[in-house]
T-cell receptor, first 111, second 118 residues
């Protein structure tokens, strides 16, 4: 079983709709959760991080964390073509300065 | 980019030759990491550093060595390059949480090095 799992996609969403990206993790002691966006041929860019159960909002992005169910999600509201990218979920374990990355979900926003 | 540069940005080399990739940061962050990214495998940690001269292995460290003689520089060396080491290599940096305990360990990535071993 992979430590951090994401649906590889591609996930296609119409422009203006809500894109929902999901990530599950196996280490129940994980403490911190991160979402990165990676455009083709570019490096990963941090867009959100979350530590506590519940929702965290930043502009059009909302990260949701449910530690009991061991999943974290990213919602993108009012999706734009510029949101088309691969989204990487990363998890930090307890007392660990390293991150474990999922393989990413490719998102395509259809105009 | 959070003050992170990588050099070279592209390199083609032959099997069996040594290769050194450099990561340089201007953020004075404590932690530095080397990853490789391959289709279907995502980002995999090669080595990381938690301070000057302090390094540790990641999940795919075989065939790679690292050195960190200064806070700002982290070098990745392929002792004898093989075709299986053809990949995109990313350096990342992070810092410990603040005294308030908020944040910390979020990683910021350099622009990457595309290495081809023929």
């Amino acid at each position: 079983q992979k430590e951090v799992e994401q649906n590889s996609g591609p996930l296609s969403v119409p422009e203006g709709a809500i894109a929902s990206l999901n990530c599950t993790y196996s280490d129940r002691g994980s403490q911190s959760f991160f979402w990165y966006r990676q455009y083709s041929g570019k490096s990963p860019e941090l867009i959100m991080f979350i530590y506590s159960n519940g929702d965290k909002e930043d502009g059009r992005f909302t990260a949701q964390l449910n530690k009991a169910s061991q999943y974290v999600s990213l919602l993108i509201r009012d999706s734009q073509p510029s949101d088309s990218a691969t989204y990487l979920c990363a998890v930090r374990g307890f007392g660990n300065e390293k991150l474990t990355f999922g393989t990413g979900t490719r998102l395509t926003i259809i105009p | 980019d959070a003050g992170i540069t990588q050099s070279p940005r592209h390199k083609v080399t032959e099997t069996g030759t040594p290769v050194t990739l450099r990561c340089h940061q201007t953020e004075n962050h404590r932690y530095m990491y080397w990853y490789r990214q391959d289709p279907g495998h995502g980002l995999r940690l090669i080595h990381y550093s938690y301070g000057v001269k302090d390094t540790d292995k990641g999940e795919v460290s075989d065939g790679y060595s690292v050195s960190r003689s200064k806070t700002e520089d982290f070098l990745l060396t392929l002792e004898s390059a093989t075709s299986s080491q053809t990949s995109v290599y990313f350096c990342a940096i992070s810092e410990s949480p603040t005294l308030s305990g908020i944040g910390g360990y979020e990683q910021y990535f350099g622009p990457g090095t595309r290495l081809t071993v023929t």
